[in-house]
């Protein structure tokens, strides 16, 4: 009786199937990405570098503790109030401004419509939002936080923008961002951020 070979299986073959197969899952596969903030960090200042004096009332501390609780100014807010109670600091014009870089004195504020104040900034290139966050704080409610924060900064300058050029500052950027060679776009992006800075700083967290 003839000897019965067992048949052969191609492992070239199924290579190139496992191999496709790869591809098609690394092509086809979702990845989660976690949410984050876009800020650009402050380069590192020279050894002779002497930090200015600011004054207190021109600092906005939001304190965020472990139970992911907000203290801003000392009193519990919801994070729901942040922003409003950001615009209102930011915005408020009580004093004097910085001198601006080509040399000009500082002047008041007088596109702000906050109260003016006495016992608030004294103008947006003063006003510094400082956030602390407790090293048990969920990512969320720090992610949370920022966002509002943003959201003061871009209802501020939406506002001025409309204002003085009839359209949003995002509208305003989308149109630099499509004509990056255009110096009068430029020049009115560069104003809207100059007249309110973005000023968000991040202390180092409690234990």
């Known amino acids: 009786m003839a000897r019965r070979e067992d048949p052969e299986i191609n492992a070239g073959s199924m290579a190139d199937i496992a191999f496709l197969l790869l591809i098609f899952f690394l092509v086809t596969t979702t990845m ?11 380069e ?12 207190e009332k021109n600092i906005f501390v939001v304190l965020i503790n472990r139970n992911n609780e907000l203290l801003v100014e000392e009193h519990r807010m919801d994070v729901k109030d942040l922003k409003q109670a950001a615009i ?3 915005d408020n014009g009580g004093g004097i401004g910085n001198a601006s870089e080509d ?4 002047a008041a504020c007088d596109y702000c419509e906050g109260q003016r104040s006495e016992s608030s900034s004294d103008h947006p290139n003063k006003a510094i939002i400082s956030v602390q966050s407790d090293r048990g704080t969920e990512y969320g409610t720090y992610i949370k936080v ?13 506002r001025l923008s409309k204002k003085r050029y009839g359209m ?13 060679t255009n110096e009068v776009l430029k020049k009115k992006v560069e104003d809207i951020r100059t007249a309110y ?10 234990s």
């Open 44 to 55: 590192k200042p020279p050894a002779d570098y002497v930090p200015p004096i600011i004054k």
């Open 197 to 206: 800075p973005q000023i968000i700083s991040d202390a180092e967290p409690t």
């Open 32 to 42: 989660n990405v976690d949410s984050g903030v876009s800020k650009k960090l402050s």
């Open 103 to 106: 040399g000009a004195p500082g």
């Open 88 to 90: 209102d600091f930011i």
């Open 146 to 158: 920022q966002n509002e924060l943003l959201r003061a900064y871009t209802d501020l300058r939406n």
């Open 168 to 180: 949003s500052f995002d509208q305003l950027e989308e149109a630099f961002d499509a004509d990056k």
